[in-house]
């Protein structure tokens, strides 16, 4: 059994980590941290947990964290690079699920993110831990950067014609919304139900911080620069992200064929029939990501659209993902959990 | 490995059987039936089943049902007496999430359902499949009535007063509040998002079929005829119902040590402490029911918090609970989901 | 036409009143203040009133306020009883939406809210709004305690069985429902859109602020004490409030002739056929509330349904009734809006 | 006042006419048919209406159409070309909210609506309703086409850049998303409760009715033919059209300046300042439609975001705008309202 702790527990990130490591064969959770909740049982803030997790908040300082085989970290990005060399030290693998190890540039990072990057060794040691892209390196890996909820999907639904090189890679569309879990367990004013609720808007439109992870990613495939306009969305619903790509690829290109080819054999990529319109429920909490192409009227520009469960494939699902390969599992441990629909 | 047949499986009940079932440990989906859909892949019309359910919609004459060790009716109410003398006399047992056998009497079955009953034998036979009250007959029985979905939820709610006999039986209320699920996957102007969302009322205020069940249940573990006003409402939501009961119950009565010792042991009945408001959401996707019982005002009302997924506990779990019981598995096979939360 | 100021305008209330105060024919809107938001235009905030309302919330010391005919408090409570006083001296009246002139005794005000009062001699002669009860007093009212949300409904609903004396006032039961928009445009983690959508749960069953001011109503129809049970839950809807209200009363009572006769002529009370159910969308941003009435099963216990908008009848629309008849103006001025559906 | 007949009024789009119409100063509701519902009073369908409608539905040939001044058709296509050209010698103008009069082509409209044109005469005569583009037309016109929901947004969104030919007008992409009451009130299996709610997804990608009365529009302003990618999505809400907009434009383009100097003056359009994003809500129940322009990171593509009511501006609002224009009468008279929010 592999010791698991887990920093930051009472976001939805880190309620639907419990929820999945509670259930995976292989895991025993030894400890969570919370500050703020230091002595309260975890299933006293979260009841859907009563007698499934027997844990208590604990302060980080004498959670003994040191002492598992990984640490999950569920925090506002400048957590884990602060904590992680220390937990390294002592021989404890990190998955980050916020963004301090996502940007390969201190710059991007400091431009992005407002605060300087305090681990830059770190930085460069950690891997990007989107398992389509770079499962051998993660399979190694002592650190992980786990990618972004909408950097996910765009990611994967352009990936194949990057790598392929077919499309113009200078005026890519990437359209995503989010539900609303997406913006965290936060107490703001934006995410209240009576404001985002029978209600839709974009949001970010100059500038989202998913933007540089995104066009690094596309960029390490396709090496050279690419052009993408992101505009993300935010949805009234709970969970779900739905991205639909545009890219112009000249007609001659079989880009379903191109899609399941690409991603052939992998376990939580489904790319559908043509002619299909993925729906997010069909992912609702599962680690799956659905993905169909369409070309409309047979002309230049195809769409892509690409389904996923942003706390699952989108955050907590992926890092079990890049714990799995971590540690010499079965890749799909503890992640078959069929998607809940209706 | 049991092989599970089920008749009737392109309604809700029936994705959400498909959905346990698939993931049950010691089960072999065999066979799924519709009449209308005869040639469709089960997981064309649910696209949350791609990669987990290969089967096909079979009709009902060549689909071999007989071969199966059990049969679920996901059916309309009518169906399952028709179709289960064949199917007991080839040894395959029959649990019926409709309420063809719910009701011991036939007048009130004929009153409420409009239809007369055709198969009185097994309604005599059947024995209600409501675990916590019946949990013995349930093991050696050939024919189950699942429990309605209201009706599972108020008679646990009652059941620890009525069979203590400390309640005012004549005046008991139960103000219950469910999920559009409830009412099905038929198309129906009331049923459509844009008539059911943002917005609540009540229905069926003149009587519901819920009610001679619930009545019949509490009856039985009261040994008096109760009476009972039961108000169901239509929630905006998926999932979910919450039933607020009112009795009246002398106030020297501890009903929460009541509560926790009549439901001790029970694996799927969280009694939670004093003061508690189960929530909806805390049980989501997950056969676990909760119950909390309040005082206000330490006054001689004391009002009991039922929370139940209406497609688990209230149909297709406890279906498969039911079905653990009767074939000797561990009674929460299959059923050791985590709530989904958010 | 009538000069108008607001303070604390950036909550669903003081938005409710703009948007009816700025269609209203015989409103002049005159000043709106916020401390926090001073200098910054209202529709900046709401943009639902872009063009419409020119206003810019202003520091309450430097707004005039006591310039006004009448001043809106769509405040916490506390603030109206401090600020009354100098308004009323110059002349100006006050309708607070708050709590602070509701409950009649000082004691019950200080154990419901905390904090001691500070105005007793405003609180005597303070009017409760409710102008099916008080409508004569209102309209020569200097101070308008505006009734809370659920105590509209509640009262409305039971006033005719109270007021006839043919209810068992010993044990009357409200369950009443309201949306998530009840709660405010605070920040508050159980207002997210996450926690509180595709959920249902019950609240303040221990006591809710409301139930004193319920009960003070109907004691004073009813001419003795009442015991009432109440039970609030949250809807995951925006605005809306069901009550569904039980009570025993003797068969032989024609109860829907009563409620006709009782509320013949109101303008904003909509007595509904036999046999009806009216949903929380049926008055949606309206400030109309409908009413039915039931007997299930022709017993003793009789069900009323009452369908409210929280934010007008049960907040800014009665405030503006109120202002209505405080002013000698049709009581039904910027009050017509058919209700909005779907 | 003018004498108004509507056919069809059992949908949305028909009991938002009569909101509207209700409420018109210069308006008398005359008639109201439905063949199904005939005898049945228009408030009992819709309780939202009651007190306020006194109509009862009517069957078409007794109710008198001929004797209105204009009817307005709230029918599935294919109804108002077979009942217009009676109307029309009777001098009863005619409104059309379905789709019989929008595509010029005969050929187009076979194609895309499955069934021959019987009145091509008509179909040469109507005016496309788009009061910001056709506004002298309407006013002198007896046949109007009122836009489609999507296509009243995405042609206001392009038609500055279209006009201005500043775009390239071979790569125009149009996603855009609806509540679900644009698809009617159908009883249909995809647009109830429990399958519409909490989900999201694209349908149509293939070809959407509305794609060719967008590209007409465009291409009439444009003088040249269009590359359009339209791409609709479903939302999980009532009422409301996002449409984000993408088009390559070149960077020397002042767009803010040019949205704002193209529809200065126009009563229901709004371009908001520089950076905003509109959201659905904040033109909820009203005939405004609300736009933001965005040239993220200085690039060479533009978006365009316009928010929208598909049931006002996108349906029933524009109907009654048209009207406005055709009689003489204020454009604005009977629209109003300001936006419900929350």
């Given at each position: ?27 025993e959770?030894t400890?969570?941290?919370s ?11 979260f009841?859907?947990?009563r007698r499934?997790?027997?844990?208590v ?7 003994g ?21 220390q937990?390294l ?10 963004a ?8 991007e990072?400091?431009?992005w993110y ?23 390196a ?27 090189g ?12 989010s ?11 934006g995410s ?6 029978d ?7 100059a500038g989202?911080?998913?933007l540089?992870?995104?066009?690094q ?6 090496g ?13 619903q709970?969970?779900g992200?739905?991205?639909t ?25 489904d790319?559908?029939?043509a002619?299909s319109t ?6 609702r ?12 009227q047979g002309?230049?520009?195809v ?29 799909t441990?503890?992640l078959?959990?069929?998607p809940v629909?209706?």
């Amino acid at each position: 059994m592999i010791k698991v702790g887990i920093v930051g527990g009472t976001g939805y990130t880190g309620v639907e980590l419990l929820r999945l490591l509670a259930q995976h064969p292989d895991v025993e959770l030894t400890a969570i941290t919370s500050r703020s909740e230091a002595g309260m049982p975890v299933a006293d803030m979260f009841p859907s947990l009563r007698r499934r997790v027997n844990l208590v908040f604990q302060d980080p300082a004498s959670a003994g964290l040191d002492q598992c085989d990984v640490v999950f970290f569920a925090t506002p990005h400048g957590v884990a690079m602060a904590q992680s060399p220390q937990l390294l030290a002592a021989g404890t693998k990190v998955i980050d699920l916020a963004a301090d190890f996502r940007l390969k540039s201190l710059d991007e990072f400091s431009k992005w993110y407002k605060i300087p990057h305090t681990a830059p060794d770190l930085l460069e040691e950690a891997v990007y831990g989107l398992p389509e892209l770079n499962r051998k390196a993660i399979a190694s890996a002592r650190v992980i950067a786990n990618p972004g909820c909408y950097a996910t999907a765009v990611q994967l639904g352009f990936l194949p014609l990057v790598e392929a090189g077919v499309a113009d890679l200078d005026h890519l569309v990437a359209n995503a919304a989010s539900g609303v879990s997406g913006a965290g367990r936060k107490a703001e004013v934006g995410s209240l139900f009576a404001e985002a609720s029978d209600n839709f808007k974009a949001y970010g439109v100059a500038g989202h911080r998913h933007l540089p992870e995104i066009c690094q990613g596309l960029e390490q495939a396709a090496g050279r620069k690419v052009g993408l306009t992101f505009v993300p969305h935010l949805l009234p619903q709970i969970r779900g992200i739905l991205a639909t790509l545009y890219a112009r690829v000249s007609p001659d290109i079989d880009v379903q064929a191109l899609y399941e080819k690409r991603f052939a054999g992998e376990p939580f990529v489904d790319v559908m029939p043509a002619g299909s319109t993925p729906d997010t429920r069909s992912v609702r909490a599962s680690n799956m990501v659905r993905i169909a192409v369409h070309r409309p009227q047979g002309g230049d520009t195809v769409v892509v659209l690409v389904a996923e469960d942003n706390l699952v494939k989108g955050a907590a699902g992926q890092a079990v993902q890049n714990m799995n390969l971590m540690f010499g599992l079965e890749e799909t441990a503890g992640l078959t959990h069929i998607p809940v629909l209706p």
